[in-house]
């Protein structure tokens, strides 16, 4: 798949949710839900069955492997800190909650959602797994998107606030990617380093998909709508990627 075709993509799904929020003012919350456990168990599966073994298959020593994968998972729990969590699509506004009652634009929140989006393109250029990976972060950044411009608005009472965010953000992955790119430009489409940085996120890919699949029904209810979407999302991973 062309990079710059992925590139553009990535950046027109990040604008596109954003600005059906913008223009619609909400998202019914169930319809929102069962995007989330779609998303959250795509890219688990995805994990499993591909993205894993294409890791300890290309990464000969198994342990180092395993630390990466553990340290994107640690990693994800420390922007965790600092984002509140909107990269699970959810918006918990008892994080930071003097920034988010002081009217003013939620920069902790933002700069750790930043990070976090940068991190994710550094093995988008990966060869058959960026292929892979870059389905999954598409999906993963539509409840994202929303939940953010849906905080902004809610924080800062102004469209004109969001765009610019919505924007910024947009471009934080394929930002990674040509990083990446650019310091190892042979690495970063075959060999160790993208294969290290594809561990990193599968950690944080990891920590992602099992918080949005735990908190997706706070009531811990059985759903067969959940359960039917969860197990759609599965299936796709593993026959679409």
């Known amino acids: 798949m062309n990079i710059l075709f992925k590139i553009a993509l990535l950046f027109i799904t990040v604008i596109a949710a954003g600005g059906f929020v913008l223009l619609f003012k909400t998202i019914p919350q169930k319809a929102l839900k069962l995007l989330l456990s ?11 069955f591909h993205l894993i073994p294409d890791v300890y298959f290309n990464i000969k020593n198994t342990h180092v492997a395993g630390w990466l994968i553990a340290g994107g998972f640690l990693l ?4 965790d800190f600092f984002s509140g969590g909107i990269e699970h699509g959810h918006i918990h506004t008892e994080h930071h909650h003097n920034e988010y009652s002081s009217h003013k634009f939620p920069t902790v929140m933002f700069a ?21 990976l870059f389905v999954g972060i598409l999906l993963h950044n539509l409840p994202i998107s929303v939940a953010l411009v849906t905080l902004i608005f809610m924080v800062t009472h102004s469209k004109k606030s969001v765009i ?7 471009a934080m992955t394929p930002l990674g990617a040509f990083t990446a790119y650019s310091f190892f430009p042979q690495n970063a489409t075959d060999s160790a380093f993208g294969f290290y940085a594809l561990a990193i996120v599968i950690g944080i890919f990891l920590h992602i998909s099992t918080t949005i699949l735990f908190e997706s029904d706070q009531t811990h209810r059985f759903n067969l709508m959940k359960l039917l979407i969860t197990v759609l999302g599965v299936f796709a991973a593993f026959f679409i990627s």
């Open 112 to 132: 750790g959602l930043c990070v976090h989006g940068f991190i994710e393109g550094f093995p988008l250029m990966l060869g058959e797994a960026g292929n892979n």
């Open 76 to 79: 994800q729990i420390i922007l």
């Open 38 to 48: 779609f998303s959250g168990a795509y890219i688990l599966a995805l994990c499993l």
């Open 164 to 170: 610019l965010p919505l924007i910024f953000f947009a």
